[in-house]
Nanobody
Framework: QVQLVESGGGLVQAGGSLRLSCAAS????????MGWFRQAPGQAPGKERE????????????DYPDSAKGRFTISRDNANNTGYLEINSLKPEDTAVYYC????????????????WGQGTQVTVSS
Protein backbone atom coordinates (compact mmCIF):
# COMPACT_ATOMS: atom_id res chain seq x y z
CA GLN A 1 0.00 0.00 0.00
CA VAL A 2 1.11 3.52 -0.81
CA GLN A 3 -0.65 6.55 0.62
CA LEU A 4 -0.37 9.77 -1.36
CA VAL A 5 -1.22 13.26 -0.18
CA GLU A 6 -1.12 16.25 -2.51
CA SER A 7 -0.60 19.83 -1.45
CA GLY A 8 0.35 23.18 -2.93
CA GLY A 9 -2.80 24.03 -4.81
CA GLY A 10 -4.56 27.35 -4.51
CA LEU A 11 -5.87 30.42 -6.27
CA VAL A 12 -3.41 32.11 -8.61
CA GLN A 13 -3.58 34.70 -11.34
CA ALA A 14 -3.03 33.80 -14.94
CA GLY A 15 0.66 33.87 -15.76
CA GLY A 16 1.69 32.77 -12.31
CA SER A 17 3.32 29.54 -11.19
CA LEU A 18 2.61 26.78 -8.71
CA ARG A 19 4.54 23.85 -7.36
CA LEU A 20 2.41 20.93 -6.29
CA SER A 21 3.76 18.31 -3.92
CA CYS A 22 2.84 14.68 -3.46
CA ALA A 23 3.95 13.16 -0.15
CA ALA A 24 4.09 9.38 -0.10
CA SER A 25 4.05 6.95 2.79
CA UNK A 26 3.76 3.21 3.14
CA UNK A 27 5.62 0.92 0.78
CA UNK A 28 8.80 2.08 -0.90
CA UNK A 29 7.90 5.12 -2.98
CA UNK A 30 11.07 4.66 -5.00
CA UNK A 31 9.66 1.41 -6.38
CA UNK A 32 6.80 3.16 -8.15
CA UNK A 33 6.46 5.22 -11.26
CA MET A 34 4.48 8.37 -10.59
CA GLY A 35 2.01 10.36 -12.59
CA TRP A 36 0.01 13.56 -12.31
CA PHE A 37 -3.52 13.85 -13.67
CA ARG A 38 -6.17 16.53 -13.51
CA GLN A 39 -9.93 16.73 -13.57
CA ALA A 40 -11.53 19.95 -14.71
CA PRO A 41 -14.77 21.28 -13.18
CA GLY A 42 -17.89 20.01 -14.85
CA GLN A 43 -16.07 17.16 -16.52
CA ALA A 44 -18.46 14.51 -17.73
CA PRO A 45 -18.90 11.63 -15.26
CA GLY A 46 -16.89 8.61 -16.27
CA LYS A 47 -14.47 10.62 -18.37
CA GLU A 48 -10.93 9.67 -17.58
CA ARG A 49 -8.80 12.19 -15.78
CA GLU A 50 -6.42 14.06 -18.05
CA UNK A 51 -2.81 12.94 -17.99
CA UNK A 52 -0.34 15.82 -17.53
CA UNK A 53 3.00 14.27 -16.55
CA UNK A 54 4.77 11.10 -15.45
CA UNK A 55 8.17 10.11 -14.13
CA UNK A 56 9.79 6.73 -13.73
CA UNK A 57 10.67 5.32 -10.35
CA UNK A 58 14.31 6.42 -10.41
CA UNK A 59 13.52 9.77 -11.99
CA UNK A 60 15.45 8.89 -15.10
CA UNK A 61 12.66 9.42 -17.59
CA UNK A 62 9.71 11.78 -17.86
CA ASP A 63 6.71 11.96 -20.16
CA TYR A 64 4.30 14.76 -20.99
CA PRO A 65 1.44 15.14 -23.42
CA ASP A 66 2.00 17.80 -26.05
CA SER A 67 -0.40 20.11 -24.21
CA ALA A 68 1.86 20.12 -21.14
CA LYS A 69 5.31 20.32 -22.72
CA GLY A 70 7.11 23.53 -21.93
CA ARG A 71 4.95 24.58 -18.96
CA PHE A 72 4.78 21.49 -16.76
CA THR A 73 7.78 19.93 -15.03
CA ILE A 74 7.60 16.73 -13.01
CA SER A 75 10.29 15.71 -10.56
CA ARG A 76 10.74 13.53 -7.49
CA ASP A 77 12.88 13.25 -4.38
CA ASN A 78 12.97 9.59 -3.42
CA ALA A 79 15.05 10.29 -0.32
CA ASN A 80 12.13 12.32 1.02
CA ASN A 81 9.33 10.27 -0.55
CA THR A 82 7.97 13.28 -2.37
CA GLY A 83 6.98 14.03 -5.92
CA TYR A 84 6.47 17.42 -7.48
CA LEU A 85 4.68 19.08 -10.37
CA GLU A 86 5.65 22.61 -11.29
CA ILE A 87 3.31 24.54 -13.55
CA ASN A 88 4.41 27.82 -15.12
CA SER A 89 2.52 30.43 -17.13
CA LEU A 90 -0.75 29.25 -15.64
CA LYS A 91 -3.88 29.69 -17.72
CA PRO A 92 -7.54 29.71 -16.65
CA GLU A 93 -7.99 26.42 -18.49
CA ASP A 94 -5.50 24.85 -16.07
CA THR A 95 -8.18 25.15 -13.39
CA ALA A 96 -8.78 21.63 -12.10
CA VAL A 97 -8.25 19.22 -9.25
CA TYR A 98 -4.76 17.77 -9.62
CA TYR A 99 -4.05 14.21 -8.53
CA CYS A 100 -0.83 12.31 -8.11
CA UNK A 101 -0.82 8.57 -8.58
CA UNK A 102 1.59 5.66 -8.33
CA UNK A 103 2.00 2.56 -10.46
CA UNK A 104 4.36 -0.30 -11.23
CA UNK A 105 3.11 -0.29 -14.82
CA UNK A 106 4.86 1.48 -17.69
CA UNK A 107 1.57 2.52 -19.29
CA UNK A 108 2.06 5.88 -17.67
CA UNK A 109 -0.43 7.91 -19.68
CA UNK A 110 -3.45 5.89 -18.66
CA UNK A 111 -5.03 6.39 -15.28
CA UNK A 112 -6.48 2.90 -15.27
CA UNK A 113 -2.99 1.46 -14.79
CA UNK A 114 -2.36 3.34 -11.57
CA UNK A 115 -2.98 1.51 -8.30
CA UNK A 116 -2.75 4.35 -5.82
CA TRP A 117 -4.19 7.86 -5.89
CA GLY A 118 -4.14 10.88 -3.67
CA GLN A 119 -7.21 12.88 -2.74
CA GLY A 120 -6.33 15.76 -5.06
CA THR A 121 -5.48 19.42 -4.66
CA GLN A 122 -7.51 22.24 -6.21
CA VAL A 123 -5.83 24.68 -8.58
CA THR A 124 -7.85 27.71 -9.61
CA VAL A 125 -6.46 30.21 -12.11
CA SER A 126 -8.14 33.58 -12.40
CA SER A 127 -7.96 35.65 -15.57
Amino acid sequence: QVQLVESGGGLVQAGGSLRLSCAASGRAFSSYNMGWFRQAPGQAPGKEREFVAAITSNGGSTDYPDSAKGRFTISRDNANNTGYLEINSLKPEDTAVYYCAATTSYFLRHGGYYSYWGQGTQVTVSS
